[in-house]
C-alpha cells in the first residue's frame, strides 16, 4: 500500500519515515491519518482506490476503520490542519506579492526600453518644467490664459503672439502645467533639437510640446522656418491622433513676417496678447503688481 501512495505522490519519504518511525500497527494507522487529514481531496481518494487493491490492503482498511478517534484528537487534528491552512495562506500571499514586484519590475524595464525619450533627456527636461513651477508662484491667470486654456481642448496647436516680455511663455507654460496637473499630460519642453517632436511623441501617451521663441526672438529664421515646412505633412499627422498637443510662443512680427506665414496652416490657431480680445486688462495688472509686490516686500524681509 505504502508503495502504491508513494507512486502515486500521496505520501512523501518524509512522510513514510515518520509513520514508520512509530512503535505499534495502531500508531501508524493513527499517524497515516493524521497524514492524510491534512492533505487535500484527490489524496484521500488516492488513499481509497488504495484499500480497494486487495484482501490484505482490506484488513488494513478494518483496522484503521476501527482505530477510535478521541475527542482530544479531533480537537489537534482541526488546529494542525487550521495551522497548515493558514501557513499555507501567508506562504501563497508571499507568493503573489513576490510576482506583482516581479511585474511590475518587468513592466517598468518594458516601459523604459519602449520609452522614445533617453533617461538624461528625461532629466533635463525635468529640470526645465521645474523652473517653470517656480514662475508659477508669480503667475496671474489672464482672459488670454482661459482662452487658451479652453481653446487647447478642441485644437491641437496654439500660437500665442506678442511684443518681448508681455507673458507668451509664461502662459504656455502655465498652460502646459495645468494640463500635467488635471489631465496627466506628459510636457516635453521644446529645448534640445526640432526633431524632438518627431522622435520623442509617443502616441500611447498624453503629451503637449511646449515651443518659446518659435522660428527666432528678433528676426524670422529662415532656416528654421524650412525645416517646419519640410516637415508640415509629419507634424500634422502626429498632432492628428489628438493625444499630442502642441504650444509655442512668438513674437508678433515673427508671425506676421511673409516667411513664416507659409507655416500657416498649422500655426492659424493664434492669441495675440496685443489684440483688444487678449491684451492685459487694468484691473489684471493690477493683480500682477500686487503679486510681483508682494514677493518682493517678501524678500525684502527675509534679507532684512
Known amino acids: 500500500m505504502f508503495d502504491f501512495l508513494l507512486a502515486k505522490d500521496v505520501l512523501s519519504f518524509t512522510d513514510y519515515d515518520d509513520i514508520r518511525s512509530e512503535a505499534t500497527s495502531t500508531e501508524q494507522n493513527r499517524k497515516l491519518v493524521d497524514i492524510l487529514m491534512l492533505k487535500d ?6 488513499f481509497v ?14 483496522d484503521i476503520e476501527t482505530t477510535v478517534v478521541t475527542k482530544e484528537e479531533r480537537k489537534r487534528l482541526a488546529e494542525q490542519f487550521s495551522d ?10 508571499k507568493q503573489v506579492e513576490k510576482l506583482s514586484s516581479e511585474n511590475q519590475r518587468l513592466r517598468s524595464e518594458m516601459e523604459t526600453m519602449r520609452d522614445p525619450i533617453p533617461s538624461s533627456i528625461r532629466e533635463h527636461f525635468k529640470e526645465c518644467i521645474t523652473d517653470w513651477e517656480h514662475e508659477e508662484e508669480r ?28 507673458g507668451k511663455s509664461a502662459l504656455i507654460h502655465h498652460v502646459a502645467l495645468q494640463m500635467h496637473k488635471q489631465r496627466k499630460y506628459e510636457i516635453i519642453p521644446f529645448v534640445v533639437d526640432l526633431s524632438d517632436i518627431i522622435r520623442y511623441s509617443d502616441p500611447r501617451k498624453h503629451q503637449v510640446f511646449v515651443i518659446d521663441d518659435i522660428c527666432g526672438k528678433v528676426t524670422v529664421n529662415v ?14 499627422k502626429i498632432l492628428a491622433k489628438g493625444t499630442i498637443k502642441l504650444l509655442a510662443s512668438c513674437r508678433l512680427q515673427i508671425y506676421n513676417d511673409p516667411q513664416f506665414r507659409r507655416l500657416k ?9 496685443l489684440s ?7 484691473k ?8 510681483y509686490f508682494l514677493k518682493s516686500t517678501q524678500l525684502h524681509q527675509r534679507l532684512n
Do not use: P
Open 41 to 46: 481531496e484527490m489524496a484521500y481518494q488516492q
Open 265 to 273: 496652416q498649422l500655426f492659424n490657431n493664434e492669441c495675440n496678447l
Open 284 to 291: 489684471e495688472r493690477l493683480l500682477i503688481a500686487d503679486k
Open 49 to 62: 482506490d488504495t484499500l480497494r487493491l486487495g484482501d490484505k490492503c482490506l484488513s488494513i482498511a478494518e
Open 276 to 282: 483688444t480680445d487678449f491684451s492685459v486688462l487694468q
Open 223 to 236: 532656416q528654421t522656418v524650412d525645416w517646419w515646412y519640410t516637415h508640415l505633412g509629419q507634424i500634422e
Open 139 to 166: 503667475y496671474c491667470v489672464t482672459r488670454a490664459t482661459n482662452h487658451v486654456q479652453q481653446l487647447v481642448e478642441s485644437v491641437n496647436c496654439i500660437v500665442v503672439t506678442g511684443s518681448s516680455g508681455n
Open 84 to 93: 497548515k491552512t493558514e501557513q499555507q495562506m501567508v506562504k501563497l500571499s
